[in-house]
């Protein structure tokens, strides 16, 4: 597997990750909005926008993980078919 590829997994990982700072910011960022909307925030509603940032965050790292897998899989097998050529 390609450098690149675990770059990209890691970038993704990196992406989905909220510090506590993170989280008190996107809080106060959805209480915010919610009055602006004059809605009532809730914990279900900001527990709802949280999740939605993991499934975000979990699809971005999962295509990254499935690039780099199809990546080596291609690898191993072009270097299979070179070991077969080379003692043939």
Request: glycine share 2%.
């Amino acid at each position: 597997m390609e450098r690149q590829d675990y770059n990209k997994a890691e970038n993704a990982v990196d992406k989905a990750k909220w510090t506590v700072n993170d989280y008190a910011d996107r809080a106060k960022d959805y209480i915010r909005e919610q009055k602006h909307k004059n809605a009532e925030p809730t914990a279900d509603g900001w527990m709802e926008r949280a999740k939605e940032n993991v499934s975000d965050a979990w699809e971005d790292t999962k295509d990254a993980v499935s690039d780099a897998w199809e990546k080596t899989k291609d690898w191993s097998e072009d270097a299979k078919a070179e070991v077969r050529k080379a003692t043939n």
